[in-house]
């Protein structure tokens, strides 16, 4: 793995950025990981429409979008915990945070250089996922469901996600544990939320799973399971704690020796 030479101590965001793009296209598991995410999505809706697994009331939007999505969080999630935490493996953290010792900036750059990459292959993805849903499911049978912003926010959700990855991993710093606690961050909240009676509404309306089914405007969406938050509240609100997250991560790459 390689990084552009950014000069010892005087490092900004946009030369760091550039040092974090040439990381991440340089490290195959991230790459790959990133492919694998805008692949699932029409993948998904070849798959579900074929199959004709759907419910009366489903839309084809929410037919053609949520299974891929589904997968498509937990590979971003994990893309975005792998890419920090194989610096850390390595040793290059010393030489990164040499060249830009300032710990925001760092995990700035390493959060745009996640996201971007899966805004360019998940964007795509999501519009050919729907557009295989349009040709292959019944118009007159399903509702077609209203598909923007609905792609846009799916994508910025399945982004926060990445950004997410990178806030976990740098706290846990060991690659395997952070791509389970990053996973488990994606699945719990939606496992447990039926398991908590009145509360489900609120658990499950700020789970990720949630915002994806308010996204895709899928039937499975009622308010008793997700809440009557709208869509892009609660895709706001898991912004929020992405961010939370990632100045966390800032405090204890400043506090915990690298």
Known sequence: MTAVDLGEG???YREAVWSEWTKF??????????ALAGAVLPLFAVIVAATGSLQPDDTIL?????GGAALAQMLVASLGAVFVTAEFRSGMIRSTLTACPRRLVVLAAK???AAGAVVAVCLPGAVAAHAVGLAMLDRDTYATGDPFP???GVVLALASLAVLGVGIGTVVRHPAGAVAAVIGVVLLPGLLAPLLGAAQRWLGGASLSGVLQKLTQ???????????LGAWPSLAVVAAYTAATVLTAVWVLRHRDT
């Open 111 to 113: 959060s745009t250089v």
């Open 218 to 228: 899928s039937s499975d969406a009622t308010h008793e399971a997700v809440g009557s």
């Open 10 to 12: 005087r490092a900004g």
């Open 62 to 66: 929410g037919a053609s979008l949520l």
């Open 150 to 152: 609905a792609l846009l």
């Open 25 to 34: 296209r340089s490290v195959r598991s991230t790459v790959l990981l990133a």
